[in-house]
């Protein structure tokens, strides 16, 4: 039984690592690294947007950026699935190695690392966090072993060397993702506990030498400038990006998370109330890394990685009665497996290494073929797509935003256009938008049709009707994922009449049949509109569609 609890455990946290990537930052990270190469400095202003260009930019993430435009250019999308799940294994490796020093090892381990990889799905996409979470564990087992193992007084060599060592160790850190600053946290509260115990300032050294090689980057303090920035703007991220807000109690994927967090604070508060109290920093790191997750979903990584190393340190400070501790990892290997397979598992629908539901391929290919007209016209689009865009059209085209901070002051009023059609208007025609890339989705509003004899029949109609109408808006392109608009007037009327679809819209075809059977459009228009629309590069479920659509509007006719 030990032997299936442990393959279990393996089997079932390495299948969590191998989750397909889905993160839409991805593609504006790789342009960031091709301006790189390309130009051979780093970015200093933002570049790739008709909407911010100019506007400063520190790209302190450069060092895992030029890593992955390698690996994409030698192994594609693979290669980049392989690296996430690479970081991710071996930070659980990590994990499983701290436990150890607790004596936490074999089935016990496993069911650490298991119960850390089913719970860490906040930070399970391809990210430059996957770094900083590996650095983050690795100080983690170092300064855990150095607590357990440090004589009362260390040596200067030794003293010097940790203090090298750490410097070294955040220098790289800083030029690869600004989670070193959570590093600091872990460092500072373990040099505190130090001083306060032994008087010893070894780590505190260590802290301030890692502060000052933390500036030797491209774009030296500006870093900490930009972590400011970001804290100043915490309350705008947290309304309109999902990722920077709490995390959510009734979300399902995020289960683990909250049982380890009652569970670690609950054994850590037995063991104060029974005297076999918890080491200070400990205490500590458990209660900042809380309140940091219980404001941003995304630092939960950082927690859970702190929890279950505090957890087991506790755990095994707790005299339970014989083989209640294995039952507890049995039941617990099988409540996990249930619950991979439950929430887990479904992600890997796809079946691929790449979820591309932030990647709007076809309607990016579609700007590409007809960039002859279109380049260089200021384009909206939805903020999830513009790292894909920025990445596949630029510098034919000019996007709107992305994920990057300088666009965090542009979340207020994205958000505040979208309350009505007039608003949308003003915004688009505000920011000279003459193309927009807009999502489709399932949302519609009442509006009549007026019949021939005059009198009106309503019909619940696409929501872009309204806020894209018809008199300023042409669509010119459309797929089950996006729709592509040019605004009147700013492309040539002949170029215009033959891509326009007037009839056959998307989420709109009860109304253009309707037209047809009152006598408005000819089946002529719409059979040219389907004719265009395949053309377009339609899947061939949408063309048989369209297709029986068009049949059963002749049968009817006739």
């Given at each position: 039984l030990?032997?299936?609890?442990?393959?279990?455990?393996?089997?079932v946290a390495a299948?969590?690592?191998l989750?397909?990537?889905?993160?839409?930052?991805?593609?504006?990270?790789l342009?960031?690294?091709?301006?790189?190469?390309?130009?051979?400095?780093?970015?200093r202003?933002?570049?790739l947007?008709?909407?911010?260009?100019?506007?400063?930019w520190?790209?302190?993430e450069?060092?895992?950026q030029?890593?992955?435009?390698?690996?994409?250019?030698?192994?594609g999308?693979?290669?980049l699935?392989?690296?996430?799940?690479?970081?991710?294994?071996?930070?659980?490796?990590?994990v499983?190695?701290t436990?150890a020093?607790?004596?936490?090892?074999?089935?016990?381990g496993?069911?650490?690392?298991?119960?850390w990889?089913?719970?860490?799905?906040?930070g399970?996409d391809?990210?430059p966090?996957?770094f900083s979470?590996?650095?983050?564990?690795?100080?983690?087992f170092?300064?855990?072993?150095?607590?357990l193992?440090?004589?009362?007084?260390?040596?200067?060599?030794?003293?010097?060397?940790?203090?090298a060592?750490?410097a070294a160790?955040?220098?790289?850190?800083?030029?690869?993702h600004?989670?070193?600053?959570?590093?600091?946290?872990?460092?500072?509260?373990?040099?505190?506990?130090?001083?306060?115990?032994?008087?010893d300032?070894?780590?505190?050294?260590?802290?301030?030498?890692?502060?000052?090689?933390?500036?030797?980057?491209?774009?030296?303090?500006?870093?900490?400038?930009?972590?400011?920035?970001?804290?100043?703007?915490?309350?705008?991220?947290?309304a309109?990006?999902?990722?920077?807000?709490a995390?959510?109690?009734?979300e399902?994927?995020?289960?683990?998370?909250?049982?380890?967090?009652?569970?670690?604070?609950?054994v850590?508060?037995?063991?104060q109330?029974?005297?076999?109290?918890?080491?200070?920093?400990?205490?500590?790191?458990?209660?900042?890394?809380?309140?940091?997750?219980a404001?941003?979903?995304?630092?939960?990584v950082y927690?859970?990685t702190?929890?279950?190393?505090i957890l087991?340190?506790?755990?095994?400070?707790?005299?339970?009665?014989?083989?209640?501790?294995?039952?507890?990892?049995?039941?617990?290997?099988?409540?996990?497996?249930?619950?991979?397979?439950r929430?887990?598992?479904?992600?890997?629908?796809?079946?691929?290494?790449?979820?591309?539901?932030?990647?709007?391929m076809?309607?990016?290919?579609?700007?590409?073929?007809e960039?002859?007209?279109?380049?260089?016209?200021?384009?909206?689009?939805?903020?999830?797509?513009?790292?894909?865009?920025?990445?596949?059209?630029?510098?034919?085209y000019r996007?709107?935003?992305?994920?990057?901070y300088?666009?965090?002051?542009?979340?207020?009023?994205?958000?505040?256009?979208?309350?009505?059609?007039?608003r949308?208007?003003a915004?688009?025609?505000?920011?000279?938008?003459?193309?927009a890339?807009?999502q489709?989705?399932g949302?519609?509003?009442?509006?009549?049709?007026?019949?021939?004899?005059?009198?009106?029949q309503?019909?619940?109609?696409?929501?872009?009707?309204?806020?894209?109408?018809?008199e300023?808006?042409?669509l010119?392109?459309?797929?089950?994922?996006a729709?592509?608009?040019?605004r009147?007037?700013?492309?040539?009327d002949?170029?215009l009449?033959g891509?326009?679809?007037?009839w056959?819209?998307?989420?709109?075809?009860?109304?253009?049949?309707?037209?047809?059977?009152?006598?408005?459009?000819?089946?002529?228009?719409?059979?040219?509109?389907?004719?265009?629309?395949?053309?377009?590069?339609?899947?061939?479920?949408?063309?048989?569609?369209?297709?029986?659509?068009?049949?059963?509007?002749?049968e009817?006719?006739?």
């Amino acid at each position: 039984l030990s032997w299936a609890v442990f393959a279990c455990c393996l089997a079932v946290a390495a299948a969590v690592f191998l989750l397909p990537i889905a993160n839409p930052d991805l593609w504006w990270h790789l342009s960031a690294a091709r301006y790189i190469v390309e130009h051979g400095a780093f970015p200093r202003e933002e570049w790739l947007s008709h909407t911010m260009a100019g506007v400063p930019w520190a790209d302190f993430e450069w060092g895992v950026q030029l890593l992955w435009y390698g690996l994409k250019a030698a192994g594609g999308m693979t290669a980049l699935w392989a690296l996430k799940a690479g970081l991710l294994a071996a930070t659980a490796a990590i994990v499983w190695r701290t436990l150890a020093l607790y004596g936490v090892a074999g089935e016990g381990g496993a069911f650490g690392a298991f119960a850390w990889a089913l719970s860490t799905m906040m930070g399970n996409d391809l990210r430059p966090e996957n770094f900083s979470l590996l650095f983050f564990a690795s100080l983690l087992f170092w300064i855990e072993r150095r607590r357990l193992r440090t004589p009362e007084a260390a040596g200067s060599a030794i003293a010097l060397r940790t203090i090298a060592g750490c410097a070294a160790f955040f220098c790289v850190w800083a030029n690869l993702h600004a989670g070193f600053f959570y590093g600091f946290v872990l460092l500072g509260a373990y040099a505190a506990a130090d001083f306060v115990r032994r008087k010893d300032r070894t780590l505190a050294a260590a802290l301030g030498a890692s502060a000052a090689s933390s500036l030797i980057n491209p774009y030296g303090a500006e870093v900490y400038w930009v972590a400011v920035q970001h804290a100043a703007q915490r309350k705008t991220l947290q309304a309109f990006i999902r990722e920077w807000g709490a995390p959510d109690l009734f979300e399902p994927s995020l289960a683990p998370f909250w049982l380890i967090l009652a569970v670690s604070f609950a054994v850590v508060l037995r063991g104060q109330l029974t005297r076999r109290s918890a080491p200070a920093e400990h205490i500590a790191l458990l209660l900042v890394f809380a309140i940091s997750s219980a404001a941003h979903v995304r630092t939960g990584v950082y927690f859970l990685t702190v929890a279950i190393v505090i957890l087991a340190a506790a755990w095994v400070r707790i005299d339970f009665p014989p083989g209640i501790g294995r039952m507890l990892r049995i039941g617990g290997t099988f409540a996990g497996t249930v619950f991979f397979f439950r929430v887990i598992f479904p992600a890997f629908d796809s079946g691929a290494v790449f979820r591309p539901h932030y990647v709007p391929m076809r309607a990016a290919a579609f700007l590409e073929r007809e960039a002859s007209v279109l380049a260089g016209k200021p384009l909206y689009n939805p903020w999830e797509w513009g790292g894909y865009l920025g990445y596949t059209l630029y510098p034919r085209y000019r996007i709107f935003n992305d994920g990057r901070y300088p666009f965090h002051s542009m979340l207020p009023g994205v958000n505040e256009a979208k309350q009505s059609p007039d608003r949308y208007h003003a915004y688009m025609l505000g920011h000279g938008v003459e193309i927009a890339l807009v999502q489709r989705v399932g949302q519609f509003l009442r509006a009549p049709i007026v019949l021939k004899d005059g009198r009106e029949q309503l019909l619940m109609r696409p929501f872009y009707l309204f806020f894209l109408p018809s008199e300023y808006w042409a669509l010119i392109y459309w797929d089950p994922q996006a729709m592509v608009f040019v605004r009147r007037g700013t492309v040539p009327d002949a170029w215009l009449k033959g891509m326009e679809f007037k009839w056959f819209r998307p989420d709109d075809l009860a109304a253009a049949s309707l037209s047809l059977h009152e006598g408005v459009v000819g089946i002529s228009v719409l059979e040219a509109e389907v004719a265009r629309f395949i053309a377009d590069g339609a899947a061939a479920d949408e063309v048989e569609a369209a297709r029986e659509w068009l049949r059963g509007l002749r049968e009817f006719s006739s």
